[in-house]
């Protein structure tokens, strides 16, 4: 994904894969409006200047009541508080995925898991033994490939697959969600062959001998896509709600879902109306595909859990897969400099559209070609609509010109990142574009030294949505086993106080949220999470292994660990 779509559709979930989700969520049992609930910590990290530590904090219909020491907590709690001890735990202000894909990640649940495979020969024996949950009707489907981990770090091709599954057409979605692997059969149904031409914004690989190697690169994997077998609205159902579900248990209490397609959407309305969503959802309209116009029609919606107000789109690929648009060519590809998913003309017309409708405008943009064009489009863009108050996002704003990082800070646009991608991509990401522009890539330090607000995420199911594994990647620049010693470029590395406002203050500013949430004082929303540690001052190995103990929205437990 890095930003993009999935291409996969829902797939296909079997009971065992959504569980009691397979229904969808359940209605929130929220406390009684005149329930007042003190939870006790070890540490209350809130955020706010006047009192960033406390010991407890009390909650009353959805809102934060008070915020202090215990004592008085319970004191100005009244008889008949409910007091919840959470022992030896850090409480710190609800978190953010400021970039996430919903319907993604629950197609990942029940796919083929190829993460983490050393190897093409580990893929194809973990295709080979899927389980029943992978197959989307006849077709078998798997994601998280990276040929950057195999030893030969090329791309695979048909003829792995098509000694195994001859007739079974197999699609495996790439870790970025940027390209896919598939066989003969796959190809076949797609009606893709040598005379084939590449569509606009992507590229199908072909061999020496002129015929189609089987990965097909941004926009052609539309061709593949176009072919599988849709899912059914009981299926999507299931995906969806597996994936709030997993977003709660890892500790986050709101989602800024990137590419909002109208079918979910209509579902996040009704269960929002039903009062079932278990977490905070901000969606981004999908201003990518023909949903656009429908979004354009109807224009911002404001529910209870659920907001829409955004409109995400897509200029460039990703890096792995060399589409990200670069302004010179790959250094270990000199006769290429990536991919446009959109003319500049046609992003330029679907940014004013959008907003002149009351839109706040975030694109994907990778490349460093394709962050110049963004930022220029949306500085003449936002002039001309007199959005210039609209907090248009970059979202990964992840290989920049040190000119743009100065130009984003300047205009107060938003840079949503992800500090995962820094440690997942480091192993190859400076083979991709030389020595001289890494030091504009994955900056954090540099953007918020322009004066950009920055907002964390993860890009799951891209990455996993672990919060902590963000804030690890974010105080450190290392790896799970603490490589490289100082850290990847260690002096764009963020303070431990730094990262978790990127998950929380800055996440809520993005929203527009930044008076209701993101610190934890009194009258603003009781969204909070206690973790076993504290994010900020524990050794940042601990995050590591830390746990998250309780997530609460609006007052309401999402989730509590057993």
Known sequence: MHGKQSLLGAVLLVASVAGCARHGPEARQAPSPSTTTVYVARRVRTLDSERPIAEALSVRAGKVLAV???DEVVASAGEGARVVELGDATVVPGLADAHGHLAGLGQSLAAVNLEG???????ISRVVAAPATAWQGDWLIGRGWDQNDWPEKAFPGRAELDAKLPKTPVVLERVDGHAVWVNGEALRRAKI????????????????DGEPTGVLVDNAMELVGAVLPPATEAQREAALAAAL???????????HDAGTDLRTFRLLQRWDKEGKLPVRVYAMADGQGPDRETYLREGPYQGKMLTLRSVKLSLDGALGSRGAALHAPYSDE???????????????ARVRAFMARGFQVATHAIG?????????TLVRSAEATGTREGRHRVEHAQVMRLEDITKLGANGFIASMQPTHATSDMPWAETRVGAERIKGAYAWRKLKESGAPLAFGSDFPVERPDVLLGLYAARTRQDAEGKPASGWYPDQRLSGEEALEGFTVGAAYAAFAEKERGRLKPGMDADFVAFSVDPVEAPVAQLLKAQVKLTVVAGTEAYRAP
């Not at 495979?117 to 893929?123: L, P």
């Not at 579900?245 to 989602?255: D, H, P, Q, S």
């Open 68 to 70: 202090g020491g215990r």
């Open 193 to 208: 062959t040598r005379d084939t031409p590449d569509p606009a914004g992507g590229r199908i690989l072909k061999g020496p």
């Open 117 to 123: 495979t050393g190897s093409r020969d580990e893929v």
């Open 245 to 255: 579900a997993r977003c709660a248990e890892v500790g986050l209490t709101e989602v």
């Open 368 to 376: 460093d070609r394709a962050n110049t064009l963004v930022l220029d």
């Open 334 to 348: 000199p006769s290429h400099r990536g991919l446009l998913l959109l003319t500049p003309e046609e992003y330029e």
